[in-house]
């Protein structure tokens, strides 16, 4: 028999979900909001189910969809774009497979930071690009100059870089941007540019797109999705914007993956990106709220939390509990407490801090209680 590809682990987040169903626990592990966004988008697709267009869209997505993208950047980011170079597609994860699809040959070099997104990885190694890590350090999850030049070589093709950052909770500071773009430019590299969580930003934390640095905008392609900024995760309504002449191989991608992503969802995204910037402050100001909530509640059982600028995960110090590695202590704190999380170490491809797990906030408030009540109780 030929050999098949073994190179795609399970997914840490289907491992964790199916393990908080088999016992029952409160799941702040895959990180999705128990309650769904604005019911005046959720009515627009419904409307748009009935009425049509039910077949086919656009292969690069609907014209008023693509013009709210653009429109979007330019309110929040003072980003000028052309809505005929924003791509849409099914999920931010189908953007980055795209990306990388477009951008990767065989050999080329791919940088990235350690931890990440736990599809990256695996998808720079499908398409046959080699990844190169740069650790961040707990607790303020900050990069060397020397690690940041170590990774860069004569070979590297771009860098893939999460902006507010999943699982670390990070919002790269204006400089750092700086540093990653000065590596782009000498090495005349691009940047894929994971934004899913541009509007989740708390507090003084500001996200700075490295697109909008100087001569960045056309080494840099940005993704954002739906899910994130509309609570609306099962959608998978993702979006990708850059120069034309990195839209267009992408969408050569996108065309043999997926072609298109459903209409009536796309019509209802259209008209969310158009609400007022109420809405959108909001959304920060109530995770910020119950990232407070939970971090206290953690707080008072004697796990300290690290800074959390953006996304909506809180990154908890388990060290104190001696409970053994992150991958144990998460397994036992769902069979024994019925609270899941995710173990940090699932997020690093180089050396993983062993006593961090990921917990995710964007709950309502009796469960995030719940979970910290549980963990008393099994204290
Ligand atoms: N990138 C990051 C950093 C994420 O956290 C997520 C959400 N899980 C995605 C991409 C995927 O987004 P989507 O659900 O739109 O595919
Ligand atoms: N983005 C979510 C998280 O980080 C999970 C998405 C998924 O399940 N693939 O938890």
Same mark, same amino acid.
């Given at each position: 028999?030929?050999?098949?590809?073994?190179?795609?682990?399970?997914?840490?987040?289907?491992? $964790?979900?199916?393990?908080?169903?088999?016992?029952?626990?409160?799941?702040?592990?895959?990180?999705?909001?128990?309650?769904?966004?604005?019911?005046?988008?959720?009515?627009?697709?419904?409307?748009?189910? $009935?009425?049509?267009? *039910?077949? =086919?869209?656009?292969?690069?997505?609907?014209?008023?969809?693509?013009?709210?993208?653009?429109?979007?950047?330019?309110?929040?980011?003072?980003?000028?774009?052309?809505?005929?170079?924003?791509?849409?597609?099914?999920?931010?994860?189908?953007?980055?497979?795209?990306?990388?699809?477009?951008?990767?040959?065989?050999?080329?070099?791919?940088?990235?930071?350690?931890?990440?997104?736990?599809?990256?990885?695996?998808?720079?190694?499908?398409?046959?690009?080699?990844?190169?890590?740069?650790?961040?350090?707990?607790?303020?999850?900050?990069?060397?100059?020397?690690?940041? *030049?170590?990774?860069?070589?004569?070979?590297?093709?771009?860098?893939?870089?999460? *902006?507010?950052?999943?699982?670390?909770?990070?919002?790269? &500071?204006?400089?750092?941007?700086?540093?990653?773009?000065?590596?782009?430019?000498?090495?005349?590299? =691009?940047?894929?540019?994971?934004?899913? =969580?541009?509007?989740?930003?708390?507090?003084?934390?500001?996200?700075?797109?490295?697109?909008?640095?100087?001569? $960045?905008?056309?080494?840099?392609?940005?993704?954002?999705?739906?899910?994130?900024?509309?609570?609306?995760?099962?959608?998978?309504?993702? =979006?990708?914007?850059?120069?034309?002449?990195?839209?267009?191989?992408?969408?050569?991608?996108?065309?043999?993956?997926?072609?298109?992503?459903?209409?009536?969802?796309?019509?209802?995204?259209?008209?969310?990106?158009?609400? &007022?910037?109420?809405?959108?402050?909001?959304?920060?100001?109530?995770?910020?709220?119950?990232? *407070?909530?939970?971090?206290?509640?953690?707080?008072?059982?004697?796990?300290?939390?690290?800074?959390?600028?953006? &996304?909506?995960?809180?990154?908890?110090?388990?060290?104190?509990?001696?409970?053994?590695?992150?991958?144990?202590?998460?397994?036992?704190?769902?069979?024994?407490?019925?609270?899941?999380?995710?173990?940090?170490?699932?997020?690093? &491809?180089?050396?993983?801090?062993?006593?961090?797990?990921?917990?995710?906030?964007?709950?309502?408030?009796?469960?995030?209680?719940?979970?910290?009540?549980?963990?008393?109780?099994?204290?």
């Amino acid at each position: 028999t030929h050999p098949l590809y073994t190179g795609m682990p399970t997914t840490i987040f289907e491992v $964790m979900s199916r393990l908080a169903i088999e016992h029952n626990a409160v799941n702040l592990g895959q990180g999705f909001p128990d309650v769904d966004g604005p019911e005046e988008v959720r009515r627009v697709a419904a409307d748009a189910l $009935m009425e049509g267009p *039910n077949q =086919y869209p656009p292969m690069m997505g609907l014209p008023e969809l693509r013009q709210a993208v653009a429109g979007n950047e330019a309110r929040f980011f003072g980003i000028e774009r052309d809505p005929a170079h924003v791509l849409i597609t099914s999920g931010a994860t189908e953007a980055l497979s795209d990306c990388l699809m477009a951008m990767v040959e065989p050999g080329d070099e791919v940088v990235v930071f350690d931890p990440c997104y736990d599809c990256y990885v695996p998808l720079i190694k499908r398409a046959g690009g080699v990844p190169k890590v740069v650790p961040l350090s707990p607790p303020d999850w900050s990069f060397s100059q020397a690690d940041l *030049n170590a990774a860069f070589t004569d070979r590297t093709k771009a860098v893939l870089i999460n *902006n507010p950052h999943n699982p670390a909770s990070k919002v790269f &500071s204006r400089e750092e941007l700086e540093r990653v773009a000065a590596k782009l430019t000498a090495h005349d590299a =691009y940047a894929i540019c994971d934004e899913v =969580y541009e509007h989740l930003v708390f507090g003084q934390a500001e996200h700075v797109p490295l697109a909008t640095l100087p001569g $960045m905008a056309e080494r840099c392609v940005r993704i954002g999705s739906a899910g994130k900024s509309f609570s609306l995760t099962g959608w998978k309504v993702g =979006y990708v914007a850059g120069p034309p002449a990195l839209i267009a191989p992408i969408a050569k991608a996108h065309q043999f993956t997926t072609f298109t992503t459903p209409p009536n969802l796309q019509k209802a995204v259209a008209f969310g990106l158009g609400l &007022s910037d109420d809405y959108f402050r909001r959304l920060a100001d109530e995770l910020a709220t119950k990232r *407070n909530r939970l971090a206290s509640g953690l707080a008072a059982l004697g796990l300290p939390t690290l800074q959390a600028d953006g &996304s909506y995960f809180l990154i908890a110090d388990i060290g104190q509990l001696g409970l053994g590695s992150d991958v144990d202590a998460a397994q036992r704190m769902t069979v024994e407490a019925g609270v899941t999380t995710v173990p940090m170490s699932a997020f690093y &491809s180089g050396d993983a801090p062993n006593h961090l797990l990921r917990f995710c906030f964007c709950k309502r408030d009796e469960v995030l209680d719940e979970a910290v009540t549980r963990l008393k109780a099994w204290q």
